[in-house]
């Protein structure tokens, strides 16, 4: 038996705009090094242990990904309109054998070691053959208030059952998290048997399971593209595959894993992944940094300078110039800029 992927390919990256838009969302554009998320994704699940690709995608970035995959063997499924990660796994595994071991993974997060990866893809992988629907467990190094947390129960071969899955904390919360060592980063990345997603699905959320299965049934298929009943769909309720499935999930289990990961979910994130120099500096494109900590710069063009700042990410993309505080970088998406782009 091979391992499945799917590559889900959803959202609008806005907390990373300017670079980020809707024609060229955030797993389309080069991010760190020359490949972008989307293809650093598509490569870390190719090889012998691996079935070709499904990508679940909504058909504004269908050439995107055709032209970023070229040499890869996939299927695209594409969405008829965004309904969050549950229906866009339950359109991957319907369309999957029912005994098949699904890999879910976001498109656009970045993974250090990718051997770490394929480590826990095959822990996780077992454990999925027994019918446990498995989440990745990413080792938490600081008390992050942005993540979502898994809390580890008694041990398997090869991981952990799940005691509970957890909201995002405040920083009280994170810092016990921490120091408990039960608890890791839900990065959501999943592995499980189509058949044990949908059935949980059709136990939990009945409607979605039905419309989802209408969806495929009454859908269409051209090439490598796979359109399902867009009517079928439009009335599913939106919800992630948290919610949906796994926080009630019968047989949950949690595969450690300490593998480089961050969501790139901010510009401070991003700087994060990068390299940086003595001074906490990282810059691509011209710029000219004096006396500066702990700065972002990232420049299509233009010169960035800047002098005695600190903690600040400076980003210039054609037209757009954005200057956030590491601390505000969360809310990048809620400028208008990022919102009516």
Not at 34 to 43: G, I, M
Not at 72 to 80: G, K, S
Not at 136 to 145: M, N, S
């Amino acid at each position: 038996m091979r391992i499945h992927p799917v590559i889900l390919c959803g959202g609008s990256g806005t907390r990373l705009w300017p670079k980020s838009r809707k024609a060229r969302p955030k797993p389309f554009i080069p991010l760190i090094g020359d490949k972008t998320l989307f293809q650093a994704a598509l490569s870390r699940v190719k090889g012998d242990e691996f079935a070709p690709a499904t990508i679940v995608a909504g058909p504004q970035h269908v050439d995107l990904i055709e032209a970023q995959a070229r040499g890869h063997d996939l299927q695209i499924v594409v969405e008829p309109c965004a309904r969050n990660t549950a229906p866009a796994i339950a359109l991957a595994a319907a369309r999957l054998d029912p005994g098949d071991v699904m890999l879910v993974c976001p498109s656009d997060h970045f993974i250090a070691d990718e051997d770490a990866f394929r480590d826990a893809a095959r822990a996780a992988f077992q454990l999925a053959r027994e019918d446990k629907l498995v989440a990745f467990g990413i080792t938490a190094d600081r008390p992050e208030t942005g993540y979502g947390y898994i809390r580890r129960g008694k041990p398997l071969s090869g991981g952990y059952s799940v005691a509970e899955f957890v909201e995002k904390p405040d920083a009280g919360r994170a810092m016990q998290f921490l120091a408990s060592g039960e608890y890791a980063w839900n990065g959501g990345i999943f592995v499980f048997r189509a058949c044990a997603v949908l059935s949980e699905l059709r136990r939990q959320r009945p409607d979605m399971a039905e419309l989802v299965a209408a969806a495929v049934a009454n859908g269409s298929e051209s090439g490598t593209l796979f359109h399902p009943d867009a009517e079928s769909f439009a009335g599913i309720a939106g919800e992630s595959i948290d919610y949906a499935v796994m926080e009630g999930a019968k047989d949950a289990a949690v595969v450690p894993v300490s593998m480089g990961w961050s969501d790139i979910g901010s510009w401070a994130a991003l700087h994060d992944a990068l390299e940086t120099d003595e001074d906490g500096n990282s810059v691509e494109g011209p710029a000219q940094l004096l006396d500066c900590e702990n700065v972002l710069s990232i420049s299509d063009g233009p010169r960035i300078s800047a002098v005695g700042v600190k903690d600040l990410c400076i980003v210039v993309d054609g037209d757009e110039v954005l200057v956030t505080s590491r601390d505000g970088a969360q809310l990048v998406g809620k400028l208008d800029g990022a919102a009516n782009q």
